[in-house]
């Protein structure tokens, strides 16, 4: 799930996940369009707040390529059983 479709599915805005990533309501709204991308450990941060609906990987495919790198266990083991995952390298079922 993209960061934007997270927010909007949660009814939430960009300054309140600011609020709670620690950075500013402009940081947010610059990883959503595509303009900053959200790199290394703050991905996985990002993720943990989205409470893994977002993932390291779907924030930034370059420092995660696969779609369960930086996830905890208990989570990737969800997506590998096929609970969460829609993406190509995900083995199919």
């Given at each position: 799930m993209k960061l934007?479709?997270?927010?909007?599915?949660?009814?939430?805005?960009q300054a309140?996940?600011?609020?709670?990533?620690?950075?500013s309501q402009a940081?947010?709204?610059r990883a959503v369009a595509g303009i900053q991308p959200v790199r290394g450990r703050i991905a996985c941060?990002?993720?943990e707040i989205?409470?893994?609906k977002v993932t390291p990987h779907?924030?930034?495919?370059e420092d995660y390529p696969n779609p369960t790198d930086g996830l905890p266990p208990e989570i990737q083991?969800?997506?590998?059983?096929g609970e969460q995952l829609n993406h190509e390298n995900h083995p199919n079922d």
């Open positions: 934007n479709e997270f927010l909007k599915k949660s009814n939430m805005r309140d996940f600011a609020v709670l990533a620690g950075v940081r947010v709204s941060k990002w993720a989205t409470n893994w779907e924030l930034c495919p083991f969800t997506i590998l059983n």
